[in-house]
T-cell receptor, first 116, second 112 residues
Framework: GAGVSQTPSNKVTEKGKYVELRCDPI?????LYWYRQSLGQGPEFLIY????????DSGLPNDRFFAVRPEGSVSTLKIQRTERGDSAVYLC??????????????FGPGTRLTVT | GNSVTQMEGPVTLSEEAFLTINCTYT??????LFWYVQYPGEGLQLLLK?????DKGSNKGFEATYRKETTSFHLEKGSVQVSDSAVYFC???????????FGKGITLSVRP
């Protein structure tokens, strides 16, 4: 079956602009995660959804970042007033249930965001 | 808080060489431990995992043992192949939350 998909694969935007990044999780997966991966670093957690609600948004760096998942499937990560420091690869992952124990998170290919 | 420390890279080996990639962690509670791999041009994928102390995860000839006494989860392979060239990430997850905490990753290059 289809894996996690993310669109766009690449996004170049100017400083100060607004961007939306989309994630389509694996069908039936109730848990969805956003991570951010800067060059030379491992992914860093941003936010976790269980169904439609954000169960943990402790990783969002500031109030310019917001994410929604209105129907419990597709999620959109929204970044307002982008800054050059927001440039990174944004990864989405999903899992069948809340990822307790060894439950696997499946990752999408990522969206590479470049802020000029 | 939780953290994962990986050895500095990159690592370059000849085909059929023995591989060890070190990983140590600090965590509250009892973490599950993972190795993820990212092949060139592909997304992150789970390589192996261990959910409790002394468990050994294995896949594709790779192994890692969950060592609680040394808070380590070192990745090993007896004979690497060119196709193993990739970036390897150690990660952990605790029951207190659902997020994965990753190390910085290490790039492995295997020469023919």
């Amino acid at each position: 079956g289809a894996g996690v998909s993310q669109t766009p694969s690449n996004k170049v935007t100017e400083k100060g602009k607004y961007v939306e990044l989309r994630c389509d999780p694996i069908s039936g997966h109730t848990a969805l995660y956003w991570y951010r991966q800067s060059l030379g670093q491992g992914p860093e957690f941003l936010i976790y959804f269980q169904g439609t609600g954000a169960a943990d948004d402790s990783g969002l760096p500031n109030d310019r970042f917001f994410a929604v998942r209105p129907e419990g499937s597709v999620s959109t990560l929204k970044i307002q007033r982008t800054e050059r420091g927001d440039s990174a690869v944004y990864l989405c992952a999903s899992s069948l249930t809340r990822a307790t124990g060894g439950s696997e998170q499946y990752f999408g290919p990522g969206t590479r965001l470049t802020v000029t | 808080g939780n953290s994962v420390t990986q050895m500095e890279g990159p690592v370059t080996l000849s085909e059929e060489a023995f591989l060890t990639i070190n990983c140590t962690y600090t965590a509250t509670g009892y973490p599950s431990l993972f190795w993820y791999v990212q092949y060139p041009g592909e997304g992150l994928q789970l390589l192996l995992k261990a959910t409790k102390a002394d468990d050994k995860g294995s896949n594709k000839g790779f192994e890692a043992t969950y060592r609680k006494e040394t808070t380590s989860f070192h990745l090993e392979k007896g004979s690497v192949q060119v196709s193993d060239s990739a970036v390897y990430f150690c990660a952990l997850h605790t029951g207190a939350n659902s997020k994965l905490t990753f190390g910085k990753g290490i790039t492995l290059s295997v020469r023919p």
